[in-house]
């Protein structure tokens, strides 16, 4: 199983029967694009799983760091303002 | 019965070798893909023994001479690249064959609808990896020709007649050797040269007749249910 070191690695974002969007499902090894996609399908839709499949190199996502969660993710949190439920409805709006 | 029994023993036999590949193949990623492929044949060969006669009993009581399938695909997994030669002259093969069967209306018609899908995954994994085999390495390159080279003299016989099995065989030939040109040409690949039948070939596997290596592979298929008959999971 050495060889798999070699090969890139590549993450699966498979889009299901009754979904919208792609969902990450998991990573592989293959040696290019074309091998991927099958490794993928072999993978993570044996049990028809997806209808769609995507494949990413690895390499190139750009993910946020752990050490700058809370700069990124904590100035959200007190900002309930940004969610629809923080706001009432007037009696007699229509159509809302 | 003849026709049944030829598909499904194919089927059978080519499931059990790409199912040693468990636990050896290079990667995780192929030993899985090899798998499935085995996997699909399986299900494939129990819907044909199961049309004949007793699924388990023709699986694990026959002894080799009463066996139908080529003797192409009980040839032994050798390295990647040889096991890969002979996904691609079988899978192009069982391709061509059941869209025909598929596009008739005999008795496999429904089978090979299903099947023909199968298939087309399994001949699509064999042609990628003879490209990237082929067109590879000069050591991936040497070892692709090697299996081709090796297994030419046992494909002649995917083409001899098969009692029950009405079609042309001659166009399917045509075909079958149009498509595996295509695709060694491609890979940089040479087509072997040597005879596909006759004196030189190889090839009585559908009159029972088979290689070495097929009754060890037999035994080893064979042995727990010879040991334990009537046992279950």
Redo the contacts between chains.
Sequence with gaps: ?S??TD?PLWEVFVRSRRGLSHTHAGS?????A??AL??A???YT?RSEGVSVWVVPSTEITASSPDEKDAFFEPAGDKPYRHPTFYEIPDGVKHL | MTAALALGDDALVLSHRLGEWAGHA?????E??LA?IALDLLGQARTLLSSVGDEDELAFLREERSFRNVQLVEQPNGDFAHTIARQLYFSVYQHLLYGRLAAGEGQFAALAAKAVKEVA?HR??AE?WVL?LGDGTAESHERMQRGLDALWRYTGELFEPVEGLDLDRQTLGDDWLAAVTSVVRRATLTLPTGPQSGGWAAGAGRQGLHTEPFGRMLAEMQHLHRSHPGASW
Excluded: C, G, K
């Design positions: 199983m060889s798999s090969w592989l090894h293959a040696p290019d074309e091998m099958r490794n399908r072999d993978l044996r | 290079p990667v995780l990623e192929e899985v893909a499935n995954y699509d994994h990628q990237r």
